[in-house]
């Protein structure tokens, strides 16, 4: 691996091999999120414990200080919204260029396999990958299941990390599921976890996430679960402590406890 690119990956993912990323993208297509109206005052409490952001330009220029910033992660696809007719239906929207003047760590994008437009997002995954192993550029592969959720899974996970390693991505991003490692032990690559829509408990997202990492995710890219959340300073913590100090499931929420106190 050339110089560059392992530079790139070791701001992302810590000295420990695992990583907290933090996705505030989610307006891209679903437009004002929950709690995300407002993106830069939404993570303004947080980036201090964020290992990446994931981000879009626009957000990225609009609302993240260039001077204060955590290791940015770029999303590079779109081009569908929540009342369009097909949220697999994406393209390419952003270009190298704007990732190198942007002086991102990585770029991510997202893959639909099973969906109309699978052969779409596996070409659009090859080219964006070939056109920044020219520059040194880690491409993080978003396994994507648009309003299908129920697709969640360890068949379906494990084909799709498989193949965003197979087409060279240097990090994979998908859900957590029941009999995770089978995802893990498919998949050559780094695995990071989403979250998905906010759990009704704390705790459910701590057990999932303890749980995942002790069947070899290297981390995390969520969001809800953390910026939704009433005590978000309290979460980011709490999980942060089962990904860089390998903490319990109780030792998180210990961390939750006293934390949320606090705020
Ligand atoms: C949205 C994304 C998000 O980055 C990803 O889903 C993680 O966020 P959350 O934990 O809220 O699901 O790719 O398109």
């Known amino acids: 691996m050339d110089w560059g690119m392992k530079n790139r990956l070791s701001r992302l993912i810590k000295s420990d091999g695992h990583c907290m990323f933090l996705p505030i993208d989610h307006g891209y297509f679903q437009g004002p999120t929950r709690k995300?109206?407002?993106?830069?005052?939404?993570?303004?409490?947080?980036?201090?414990?964020?290992?990446?952001l994931f981000v879009t330009r626009g957000i990225l220029r609009a609302c993240v200080d260039p001077a204060n910033s955590p290791p940015i992660i770029l999303r590079m696809s779109g081009g569908t919204s929540v009342v369009g007719k097909d949220l697999a239906n994406e393209a390419i929207t952003t270009s190298i260029e704007e990732a190198i003047r942007l002086n991102v760590a990585a770029v991510g994008m997202s893959i639909f396999i099973g969906s109309d437009y699978e052969h779409e997002s596996l070409v659009n995954l090859g080219d964006l990958i070939s056109a920044c192993e020219d520059y040194g550029i880690p491409v993080m592969a978003v396994t994507a299941v648009g309003k299908e959720l129920e697709k969640r899974d360890a068949r379906y996970l494990g084909l799709c990390c498989r193949i965003a390693a197979e087409f060279g991505a240097k990090v994979v991003k998908t859900y957590w599921c029941k009999d995770f490692d089978r995802v893990v032990n498919g998949c050559p690559v780094p695995i990071v976890m989403a979250g998905g829509p906010k759990c009704d408990t704390e705790l459910?997202?701590?057990?999932?996430?303890?749980?995942?990492?002790?069947?070899?995710?290297?981390?995390?890219?969520?969001?809800?679960n953390v910026w939704q959340h009433e005590h978000p300073v309290a979460m980011i913590k709490a999980l942060r402590s089962i990904i860089h100090e390998n903490a319990s499931v109780k030792e998180a929420q210990d961390i939750f406890t006293e934390e949320a106190k606090k705020s």
Request: a negative charge.
């Open 36 to 52: 995300l109206e407002k993106p830069g005052e939404t993570i303004k409490p947080l980036v201090s414990y964020a290992d990446g």
């Open 204 to 224: 459910e997202v701590f057990e999932f996430v303890h749980d995942g990492m002790q069947k070899g995710a290297i981390g995390l890219n969520l969001g809800r």
